[in-house]
Antibody, heavy 116, light 110 residues
Framework: EVQLVESGGGLVQPGGSLRLSCAAS????????MHWVRQAPGKGLVWVSH????????TYADSVKGRFTISRDNAKNTLYLQMNNLRAEDTAVYYC?????????WGQGTTVTVSS | QSALTQPRSVSGSPGQSVTISCTGT?????????VSWYQHHPGKAPKIMIY???KRPSGVPDRFSGSKSGNTASLTISGLQAEDEADYFC??????????FGGGTKLTVL
């Protein structure tokens, strides 16, 4: 079964850091582009970041550029999102997503709350 | 990276058809045939319903169809069923390995 399982969410103070992880299974992880997408409470989905198969190319939404870093460990079938200097507006459910030009497999999400 | 524009809500009775629009610009929707649509039941993982403007993944009923004209894409659901009630989001590739989503449309089946 193709599966993505996120972890690492939680409550963090403004200015703090968190690292999200996403364990992939059921498909050749190293062959796929991957994304992080988030949804703030009561809001829509927002694309956050993308990484291609071989780690060379990464892209970010303007709202997180310079603060978030996406990475992957193809040997461990795991995707990461390092989030630094967190702000209240980063509060959201973060989804790990497989896909190239469209996103065909989604995890259940992990919740990040930034609050003092 | 401005969000695509979707109506906040649409509604229809069982058996009817509804269409959800998704308006962008020539830099996203109008510039690429990489529009996709997602169904999202709160608390669950989003599910892809349409990709590449009009293609349906295996397992998605043919009641769901997609199209595009200029900078506006559309999702049409025919023969509405109660289980179709959900939030629907469009997304488009926006060039330079970036993507943009719409604000979402809440579909109510009356």
């Amino acid at each position: 079964e193709v599966q993505l399982v996120e972890s690492g969410g939680g409550l963090v103070q403004p200015g703090g850091s968190l690292r999200l992880s996403c364990a992939a299974s059921g498909f050749p992880f190293s062959s796929y582009w991957m994304h992080w997408v988030r949804q703030a409470p009561g809001k829509g989905l927002v694309w956050v970041s993308h990484i291609i198969r071989d780690l060379i190319s990464t892209t970010y939404a303007d709202s997180v550029k310079g603060r978030f870093t996406i990475s992957r460990d193809n040997a461990k079938n795991t995707l990461y999102l390092q989030m630094n200097n967190l702000r209240a507006e980063d509060t959201a459910v973060y989804y790990c997503v497989r896909g190239m030009y469209y996103m065909d497999v989604w995890g259940q999400g992990t919740t990040v709350t930034v609050s003092s | 990276q401005s969000a695509l524009t979707q109506p906040r809500s649409v509604s229809g009775s069982p058996g009817q058809s509804v269409t959800i629009s998704c308006t962008g610009t020539s830099s996203d929707v109008g510039g690429y045939n990489y529009v996709s649509w997602y169904q999202h039941h709160p608390g669950k993982a989003p599910k892809i319903m349409i990709y590449d403007v009009s293609k349906r993944p295996s397992g998605v009923p043919d009641r769901f169809s997609g199209s595009k004209s200029g900078n506006t894409a559309s999702l049409t659901i025919s023969g509405l069923q109660a289980e179709d009630e959900a939030d629907y989001f469009c997304s488009s590739y926006a060039g330079s390995n970036t993507w943009v989503f719409g604000g979402g449309t809440k579909l109510t089946v009356l």
